[in-house]
């Protein structure tokens, strides 16, 4: 088995896997990369990827830096099944299509820059509605312990990684000379104990792992102390007048934000008559498909619907779907608790919250979950005086909060432990979606704890994995793949060529006939060398 690492490699976004098996080729996830001029390079660079020779994506969660580059991919030639779980499916839909809401509307807003700077060019959305509806159709749902086989000779199992809502972490089976080889690939990996979704379903055996390490060195604090350091950013912005504002992802962290809310309400610990608004369409439509599957939950969280209780239904709670409602927040006079996304505060509605409150002194920003290098929040976690947000420099005056305890993925202590459900000696563990630090740290702890062979594979390497030899990589990005992927190129090619046929009021255009026979000179010229 062959195993390329096409994104989340020492880094914590854009998850992808391609794997070559028994002459099949398919993907484990197919995330954007965020943070960055690089990662955006990395998004866009479809030659790498070579989607046209994948037959299937076994998708493990929802998140953007696990899904968001489907449409892409389907535009550059995929077009076979994506399983992932019902819940996923549902998740999946509205974050798609809000992405490319996202991506259409930054490259309007990219070219109207342009165009007033007087420079040429044009900025294309990585992708658009159009290409999401075009992907839609080939999602297929898969249950937790459904043992199914995507291509014969090959039978994958999707566990409960407690992460989000429908999160899988992925049993691949597969037989080398008779004799099984059995993969494992993380996804994200919950803590244990955290609001709504159940716990990370044990490990069972794997020859090979590849775990997931974004918090490898270091720990949560536990659920108490979160919601300790919550009602005090709360109570800090109260004093004083002025707002709180979480940036949170849409998905899973603004819901648990809501449920801790719920908790600090209800036992009377911050004021009964602060609003909270939640300022995300996609949010609300998150929220609406938690409520929908019920069933996901958690003992405690059932309980609690059992007894007729909503921790999505308060008093204090108004979610905010329209830009007009959205935008008289900031005018709203007094305290507010106002939950937006992005998490990462690189997109969405929550710049505007920063724009209008990160400068004020009394202000709180509490950052809930983690922030990638090159992103916004990041920048202001780690300090920096100002910060640069539709076009201008913003001071950061707020009073800025970042509480781990509320993070979706699992400590360092909580990878240990889940590692430690192993029933087998795994041949090898690699770590992946983790920051280079992060994972030594966290390697060398496996090592000596648990006697486990770690390695830390690095962007476009690929991997042979086998039952019979130790594992080798290598990194071939170069000798691999040409610097222009043709099959792509000539599938978008096709692509535009075709929406050109179906276009006769363009093509009965005065410049329609000349412009395409400067295309046929060019391409001629490209032909003959």
């Known amino acids: 088995?062959?195993?390329?690492?096409?994104?989340?490699?020492?880094?914590?976004?854009?998850?992808?896997?391609?794997?070559?098996?028994?002459?099949?080729?398919?993907?484990?996830?197919?995330?954007?990369?965020?943070?960055?001029?690089?990662?955006?390079?990395?998004?866009?660079?479809?030659?790498?990827?070579?989607?046209?020779?994948?037959?299937?994506?076994?998708?493990?969660?929802?998140?953007?830096?696990?899904?968001?580059?489907?449409?892409?991919?389907?535009?550059?030639?995929?077009?076979?099944?994506?399983?992932?779980?019902?819940?996923?499916?549902?998740l999946v839909e509205i974050m798609l299509l809000d992405s490319a809401h996202i991506q259409e509307m930054e490259a309007q807003w990219k070219n109207v820059r342009l165009k007033r700077r007087g420079e040429a060019g044009e900025v294309e959305p990585l992708y658009t509605v159009e290409d999401v509806h075009r992907v839609l159709p080939l999602l297929k749902q898969?249950?937790?312990?459904?043992?199914?086989?995507?291509?014969?000779?090959?039978?994958?199992?999707?566990?409960?990684?407690?992460?989000?809502?429908?999160?899988?972490?992925?049993?691949?089976?597969?037989?080398?000379n008779g004799r099984p080889l059995r993969v494992v690939f993380s996804g994200d990996v919950g803590r244990p104990a955290q609001l709504i979704v159940r716990d990370p379903t044990p490990l069972e055996e794997a020859d090979y792992l590849f775990l997931e390490s974004t918090y490898g060195d270091r720990d949560h604090k536990n659920e108490k102390e979160s919601l300790d350091e919550l009602a005090e950013a709360i109570w800090y912005a109260f004093r004083k007048g002025e707002k709180v504002v979480i940036p949170a992802f849409a998905v899973e962290r603004t819901q648990e934000i809501i449920y801790c809310l719920y908790l600090l309400f209800r036992e009377n610990v911050i004021p009964a008559d602060i609003p909270v608004f939640v300022d995300s369409p996609l949010?609300?439509?998150?929220?609406?498909?938690?409520?929908?599957?019920?069933?996901?939950?958690?003992?405690?969280?059932?309980?609690?619907?059992?007894?007729?209780?909503?921790?999505?239904?308060?008093?204090?709670?108004?979610?905010?779907?329209?830009?007009?409602?959205?935008?008289?927040?900031?005018?709203?006079?007094?305290?507010?608790?106002?939950?937006?996304a992005?998490?990462?505060?690189?997109?969405?509605?929550?710049?505007?919250?920063?724009?209008?409150?990160?400068?004020?002194?009394?202000?709180?920003?509490?950052?809930?979950?983690?922030?990638?290098?090159?992103?916004?929040?990041?920048?202001?976690?780690?300090?920096?005086?100002?910060?640069?947000?539709?076009?201008?420099?913003?001071a950061v005056r707020a009073k800025v909060f970042t509480i781990n305890g509320f993070s979706a993925h699992a400590g360092q202590r909580q990878l240990i432990s889940w590692v430690k459900t192993l029933k087998n000696k795994?041949?090898?563990?690699?770590?992946?979606?983790?920051?280079?630090?992060?994972?030594?740290?966290?390697?060398?702890?496996?090592?000596?704890?648990?006697?486990?062979?770690?390695?830390?594979?690095?962007?476009?390497?690929?991997?042979?994995?086998?039952?019979?030899?130790?594992?080798?990589?290598?990194?071939?990005?170069?000798?691999?793949?040409?610097?222009?992927d043709w099959m792509s190129e000539l599938i978008e090619i096709d692509r535009r060529l075709a929406e050109i046929e179906t276009s006769k009021t363009w093509l009965k255009s005065p410049e329609a006939k000349v412009r395409l026979e400067k295309l046929k000179e060019r391409v001629e010229r490209l032909l003959a060398g």
């Open 426 to 484: 795994p041949r090898h563990i690699f770590l992946v979606h983790g920051e280079y630090e992060a994972q030594k740290t966290l390697g060398a702890l496996i090592e000596k704890e648990l006697g486990y062979p770690v390695s830390i594979p690095d962007y476009g390497e690929k991997i042979s994995i086998t039952v019979e030899r130790a594992p080798m990589w290598w990194k071939e990005i170069e000798e691999e793949v040409p610097t222009v």
């Open 283 to 340: 949010a609300i439509q998150a929220t609406d498909v938690f409520r929908r599957f019920k069933s996901y939950y958690d003992e405690d969280m059932m309980a609690l619907v059992k007894r007729g209780e909503d921790p999505f239904r308060m008093p204090q709670l108004k979610y905010t779907l329209s830009t007009e409602e959205s935008m008289a927040i900031n005018s709203f006079v007094g305290t507010a608790i106002v939950i937006s």
């Open 342 to 394: 992005s998490g990462m505060a690189d997109a969405g509605r929550i710049k505007h919250h920063l724009k209008h409150n990160l400068w004020r002194e009394g202000a709180s920003i509490v950052f809930v979950g983690y922030q990638a290098h090159g992103t916004v929040g990041r920048r202001i976690v780690d300090g920096a005086k100002t910060v640069r947000i539709f076009g201008d420099d913003v």
């Open 142 to 176: 898969v249950d937790y312990g459904q043992k199914f086989s995507p291509t014969p000779g090959l039978v994958v199992t999707y566990r409960d990684s407690g992460h989000i809502l429908g999160s899988a972490f992925l049993e691949i089976e597969a037989e080398e």
């Open 1 to 90: 088995m062959n195993i390329r690492l096409l994104g989340a490699a020492r880094t914590v976004t854009g998850s992808c896997f391609e794997v070559e098996v028994g002459g099949h080729v398919f993907a484990v996830d197919c995330g954007m990369h965020q943070g960055g001029k690089e990662a955006e390079g990395r998004n866009r660079e479809m030659a790498l990827y070579a989607p046209h020779r994948w037959e299937f994506i076994l998708l493990t969660h929802a998140h953007i830096d696990h899904s968001g580059l489907l449409p892409r991919v389907k535009r550059f030639g995929f077009d076979g099944p994506i399983y992932m779980t019902p819940p996923t499916q549902a």
